[in-house]
């Protein structure tokens, strides 16, 4: 099973095993860079060289749990891919997880009966009600909801109506 995970090797006369390959190269390259290096090398975009040129300005937004980050970076050369940085990156501490804080603050406030639940009871809900469901869809902003409503199922509960 050992020969099955192990990369193929040689064994040079004193029989010591050797990687088949002579150099590895790796070099450390911060989270959005790596993003643009994903998106920029991606199939569908390198088999469309006319997408992608040199001097193109690309802008990176990367919106994760805990923080928002944008930076934008040059292409500098198409291959092999190297950008540079053109715009000094910023970030925030604006993340979903805020979100999710805010919606436990309501759920312990609006429903008396979500502190005795148990807790695998509440992590259920709370993937399907919530971060697949209203987190999704909702939209403070919608001109055509005045006041939206969402109905959702809590596990032992029943139903419950939710009003911004």
């Known amino acids: 099973m050992r ?12 029989g010591t095993r050797r990687s088949p ?8 390259i911060s989270e959005p860079e790596a993003a643009a290096h994903a998106v920029l090398g991606a ?7 006319d ?23 040059t292409v500098k050369r198409l291959k ?8 000094v990156g910023k970030g925030g501490l604006c ?14 406030t609006e429903i008396a009966e979500w502190l005795a639940l148990e807790p695998h009871l509440k992590r259920r809900f709370k993937g399907n009600g919530w971060e697949h469901s209203i987190k999704r869809i909702f939209d403070p902003f919608d001109p055509k ?12 509960i029943g139903l419950h109506e939710f009003s911004r």
């Open 3 to 14: 020969n099955a995970i192990d990369p193929p090797a040689r064994k040079d006369p004193s």
């Open 21 to 28: 390959f002579r150099e590895v190269s790796i070099e450390m």
């Open 43 to 49: 199939p569908n975009v390198v088999l469309r060289p």
């Open 51 to 73: 997408l992608t040129h040199t001097g193109d300005v690309f802008l990176i937004a990367d919106a994760g749990g805990g923080t928002v980050d944008v930076i934008s970076y």
């Open 80 to 87: 092999p891919l190297e950008l540079e940085e053109c715009v």
């Open 95 to 108: 993340g979903s997880i805020f979100i999710d804080e805010e919606f436990d603050i309501l759920l312990e």
């Open 145 to 156: 909801i005045a006041t939206p409503t969402y109905e959702v199922e809590i596990p032992t």
